[in-house]
């Protein structure tokens, strides 16, 4: 059997008991293991302030597809909740999503870290979905404006490529 300092030599990233500066070992294992995105946005209201949110909007949540399977990161009220779904790579999860009343948008490529949190802010469901899109992400305070954003990114790229401009 191993020794603990023999596994954390041997993890990607690891120099000497230290990980490398910049997460570098993060990264290298996220690009060898590529991901997609999806962030789904409902409308349930488990704590009574959540009702001044717009309906249908008063939460969001995130999922990760990498070649292995999902990953699901819901940030709830008190604490984050990250669950490796026992279900098939091909299981459709954002079609599950919708079918059951969410709202979903996706494939995102997930984007790059932050250097540093952005200080006022708390950590929140949005907060939570900001920093999987990295540094692109839309700035929004709330579901709903997250969710508007996003779309209307969408929309703007699904014109730029119907249009015609853009040829190879």
Do not use: I, Y
């Amino acid at each position: 059997m191993a020794n603990t300092a023999d596994l954390l030599d041997a993890a990607p990233g690891n120099r000497g008991g230290v990980a490398v500066r910049g997460g570098a070992g993060h990264r290298r294992v996220a690009e060898s293991r590529p991901q997609l995105l999806w962030l789904a946005f409902g409308g349930r209201a488990d704590q009574g302030w959540m009702r001044l949110l717009r309906p249908e909007f008063r939460h969001c949540f995130a999922a990760l597809r990498d070649e292995a399977g999902w990953t699901v990161l819901d940030p709830l009220s008190g604490r984050l909740l990250v669950t490796r779904l026992d279900v098939g790579a091909g299981f459709d999860l954002p079609g599950f999503w919708r079918r059951a009343g969410c709202r979903v948008l996706g494939p995102f490529v997930p984007g790059e870290p932050s250097r540093a949190w952005p200080w006022g802010l708390p950590f929140s469901c949005v907060s939570l979905c900001r920093a999987l899109l990295g540094t692109g992400a839309p700035v929004a305070m709330t579901p709903w404006g997250l969710f508007r954003q996003l779309e209307k990114n969408f929309q703007e790229k699904e014109n730029l490529l119907d249009s015609g401009v853009a040829r190879l």
